[in-house]
């Protein structure tokens, strides 16, 4: 009985920081992620979550982390935030080491709060949000452009090359990522003194743009900036089609996920998009795929989306801090090596990651593509460009 | 006045989306008095599922419309007889719950038997373009509208002139009497749930063409109900009309006035009149509404 005491003391002596820190032991990391992983809404997630496993089957294929296995629990917050709060208090009570999924930007609000209480590293890649860096909190990171560069390098791009002759105009839907959209337009606008109307507002989830495309015709536009996510580019499109406005149009990153490009075929016109990671069907890509192929199941290649490429450059990220870290793995050691990578490769996947700047912000760069979706192709038009 | 003109093109084009939606609606109350809460999602669960059967056969989109009326009518009285029938002679609101609760079980299915991705039906009409003088519409929305004006005037005249129609006139203003008339209330009843069916699946194959085949197309059902209140939810063509009436203000205000008003305005419509008719513009006056 004695003896079986000094072991157990001894165990409990020779581990300390193991076991200080969650998501750690011995033999074991585990990470964290709550995402979209049912309903409509799980297109992301389900992305997010596969691009996450694929960093972690690399670092495991390759013996681990120094020694120790990576794993990853997912909780499924069905884009509702109250469930996300309850995901990530079911998380920190499970014990992780980071949290590498945060799904959309409501959902990142409502865990902010324990994120903060916990003060669990954490890397947001799904969404780019500004509540995640604004404050700067020196256990958040993020991987993205904002969505205003996105918008900005997109009209830039076509005062220059498409130089339409009627006035800018731009449809966003009237949320906080609407507002975002608007913004960069508008900075556009003003920056590269550009004619413009009045933005026109239409609600979130909203099908049919037939009114707004008419009103923005009788107003002369030459090109249309559409502040929607996914349906509502081929909705927008569908009204230009039918009006036969032959305009430039400037799309957000989800305008060149495959979803968006089959849906806006039948309607004949090309647009732009523009992203701080490249068209997963690219060239540029060939490497990523190559890998999933190797390391992830079936089911979770079908799931592969443009979402895959950003989970996996965050999760990735935190694994580079983390092997950085060596055998004393700490929150604070992650915390201090995220902080420290700055040019970490991604494999021509975006921009190198840097996370030195003052938004603890990575992949800030954005690139511009042309959406061609009668021939379902997304063409790379510029490469990674700072608009900042 | 080309402005005009188009304004309320457009809003034809989405009222007769609603106007399909709300006269399921009214046909099913017309004749149980139940308000199915689950229209919407039973129009998404029929699409899918004909979409599954018409994939497998590579069925054109005329067959593709015959296998979601067959399917619709099929699934409604499967609804009917296994959800609906069994709850007779509990209270209405009980019912009605079971409908909210239909509404929520198709709507959780649908991704998982279908999975979350939009499609789009392949159908060379959704890019062809005609002219009506100064009025532009797609060859989908030419088709959904003419779809609605036929099942329109079908319903009309079912209720109007037909044997079945009328006897499920007869038993909603009098479910006593018309038993004792020798008319078989259960089986109309049940025939009320198909026809419904039936007309959602003809409104979500007219959805799918000109949006798409999404696992959130329920949400329609959203703007369809509150047109069938104002047209009159025991009334299948005021309903329709409603519809359009919904349509046509929510295309003009936001072509004349701008954001926010477009998805207020048919409401305002609908509290404006149920304030003078409370039964709907075609409603029948000593109705009792939930």
């Known amino acids: ?388 | 006045m080309d402005y005009f003109a188009n304004l309320v093109a457009s809003g034809l084009i989405f009222g007769s989306l609603y106007g399909l939606i709300a006269i399921g609606f009214a046909v099913i109350y017309k004749t149980t008095g139940v308000v199915n809460f689950a229209q919407g999602e039973v129009m998404m669960f029929v699409l899918y599922f004909s979409w599954m059967v018409g994939t497998f056969v590579a069925a054109p989109l005329w067959l593709l419309l015959l296998i979601a009326i067959v399917v619709g009518g099929a699934f409604g009285a499967l609804l009917e007889r296994v959800f609906i029938r069994p709850m007779i002679g509990q209270s209405q609101f009980s019912i009605i719950m079971t409908t909210v609760g239909v509404a929520i079980v198709l709507r959780g299915l649908v991704p998982i038997f279908w999975g979350v991705e939009s499609e789009p039906i392949d159908a060379p009409l959704k890019s062809q373009l005609y002219e009506f003088g100064p009025v532009m519409m797609l060859g989908d929305q030419i088709f959904a509208l003419a779809l609605f004006v036929a099942i329109s005037a079908a319903a009309w005249a079912f209720f109007r002139f037909s044997r079945v129609g009328v006897a499920m006139r007869a038993a909603a203003h009098d479910e006593t009497a018309a038993l004792l008339m020798g008319i078989n209330v259960r089986r109309l009843q049940g025939l009320s749930w198909m026809i419904a069916s039936a007309v959602s699946g003809v409104a979500g194959v007219c959805y799918a063409l000109i949006v798409a085949r999404a696992p959130d197309m329920w949400q329609i059902g959203f703007q369809a109900f509150p047109a069938a209140i104002l047209g009159g939810l025991d009334s299948p063509l005021g309903s329709a009309f409603g519809a359009v009436v919904v349509g046509i203000a929510a295309s003009l205000s936001e072509g004349y006035i701008g954001y926010g008003l477009k998805e207020i305005s048919g409401f305002v419509i609908i509290i404006a009149v149920l304030m003078v008719r409370p039964y709907g513009l075609f409603g029948e006056k000593e109705l009792e509404r939930v």
Not at chain 1, 111 to 130: A, F, G, H, W, Y
């Open chain 1, 1 to 388: 009985m004695k003896a079986l005491t000094y072991v157990a003391l001894a165990l409990c002596l020779g581990t300390p920081a193991m076991a200080q820190t969650p998501g750690v032991t011995d033999t074991e990391i585990v990470l964290g992620a709550v995402l979209p992983m049912s309903g409509p809404a799980s297109f992301p997630g389900l992305g997010a979550s596969a691009g996450s496993r694929l960093a972690i089957a690399e670092y495991n294929a390759k013996g681990g982390i120094h020694g120790r296995t990576v794993r990853m629990l997912v909780e499924d917050d069905g884009y509702v935030p109250s469930r996300a709060y309850q995901g990530l208090v079911k998380l920190a009570d499970d014990g992780i080491l980071a949290l590498v999924g945060t799904s959309g930007g409501g959902s990142l609000g409502a865990m902010l709060p324990v994120i903060d209480e916990k003060k669990i590293p954490t890397m947001v890649s799904t969404s780019v949000s500004n509540a995640a860096v604004e404050p700067v909190r020196p256990y958040v990171f993020m991987l993205g452009a904002d969505y205003e560069d996105m918008f900005f390098a997109q009209i830039k791009y076509i005062s220059e090359n498409d130089k339409p002759e009627g006035p800018y105009a731009v449809i966003a839907q009237d949320d906080d990522y609407g507002a975002h959209v608007e913004a960069g337009v508008m900075m556009a606008v003003e920056k590269l003194g550009l004619p413009s109307v009045p933005p026109v507002r239409f609600k979130r989830g909203q099908k049919d743009f037939s009114a707004e495309i008419l009103r923005l015709r009788s107003q002369g536009i030459g090109a249309l900036a559409v502040g929607g996510v996914i349906a509502e580019t081929p909705g927008v499109l569908k009204e230009l089609a039918k009006l036969r406005m032959n305009i430039p149009t400037a799309h957000a990153h989800t305008g060149a996920i495959d979803m968006t490009a089959r849906l806006s075929a039948p309607y004949n016109m090309a647009y732009y998009a523009a992203d701080y990671v490249v068209p997963i069907a690219s060239e540029a890509a060939a490497g990523f795929r190559e890998l999933a192929r190797q390391h992830l199941g079936e089911e979770e290649q079908k799931s592969l989306n443009r979402f895959s490429l950003t989970g996996y450059l965050g999760t990735k990220a935190v694994l580079a801090a983390a092997e950085a870290c060596g055998r004393e793995l700490t929150r604070d050691c992650l915390n201090d090596n995220l902080k420290k990578i700055d040019a970490l490769d991604s494999g021509g996947l975006s921009s190198p990651l840097d996370f030195t700047n003052d938004r603890n912000t990575a992949a800030r760069e954005v690139q511009i593509v042309r959406v061609n979706p009668m021939e379902n192709t997304v063409e790379p038009l510029t490469g990674f460009v700072s608009y900042r």
